[in-house]
């Protein structure tokens, strides 16, 4: 493949998937991860993508930039604690957990301590709360989007190895139909692999995130086990939206 060949089919990846790690990358186009960043940096130049630290981003995804934790925390604030509640009656004490990254998962957090739970997370504020708190926690570590204060990567996905969860908590940004969507691939990844490795997969989305989507979708909907948001969902939606999800 010439490097103008090349060079389309990167911006052809990045723009479908928003966000891609530059060694997988490479692996896609069979080549090296210095070819790549060189192809990357020449890109960049022209103004046709964004490099970031351990990748590169579409400029779509940049012109919708997902908002910071701080952003997020003062959005539906009641419509969280009405999910954290419901949570609160269905994790049992002395459970294995794992606890993804996202504000409305960030509102559980008080209702998980004190309950004897062995959790692991990718995500600094609730690693930092936890900690605090006396829990018995473990950080996966890996890459920080310091956007959204998860850690994804490969580190992050080796740390699954050998783990069993009762009960793997993921968040979203939106749901449209069967799928369950994030803003890019490094996000969605972590979450999936997390998946794999729980018995049963929780996702919790406020009411706001029915009928919307971001860029990628990490999961379906005949993989998880229950989709909890709050007592706002309007009747039409519930109605729509229960033929796919188990609904609490």
Do not use: W
């Amino acid at each position: 493949m010439i490097k103008e060949e090349r060079h389309e089919r990167i911006l052809q990846i990045i723009d479908r998937e928003g966000f891609i790690e530059t060694e997988e990358l490479a692996k896609m186009l069979s080549v090296t991860g210095m070819t790549i960043r060189r192809d990357v940096s020449e890109l960049e130049k022209k103004n046709k993508c964004i490099r970031v630290r351990g990748g590169v981003e579409s400029l779509q995804t940049n012109k919708k930039s997902e908002k910071t934790t701080k952003e997020k925390l003062s959005l539906n604030n009641e419509l969280k604690n009405q999910i954290a509640n419901k949570i609160d009656r269905i994790i049992k004490d002395g459970q294995n957990i794992f606890l993804g990254a996202g504000t409305t998962i960030n509102a559980t957090l008080p209702m998980l301590v004190n309950k004897n739970l062995h959790i692991v997370t990718n995500n600094l504020e609730a690693f930092n709360f936890l900690i605090d708190h006396g829990e018995d926690v473990m950080l996966t570590g890996g890459k920080l989007h310091k956007t959204t204060g998860e850690f994804y990567g490969e580190v992050a996905i080796r740390s699954f190895e050998n783990l069993l969860f009762d009960y793997a908590i993921g968040s979203t940004n939106g749901i449209y139909g069967q799928n369950i969507t994030t803003a890019n691939t490094g996000e969605g990844h972590i979450q999936m692999e997390a998946f794999k490795h729980g018995k049963k997969i929780i996702i919790v989305a406020d009411h706001t995130k029915f009928d919307e989507s971001d860029m990628y979708t990490f999961i379906t909907s005949e993989k998880v086990d229950f989709l909890i948001t709050d007592n706002e969902i309007s009747d039409s939606l519930l109605k729509k939206y229960s033929k796919f999800y188990n609904i609490i």
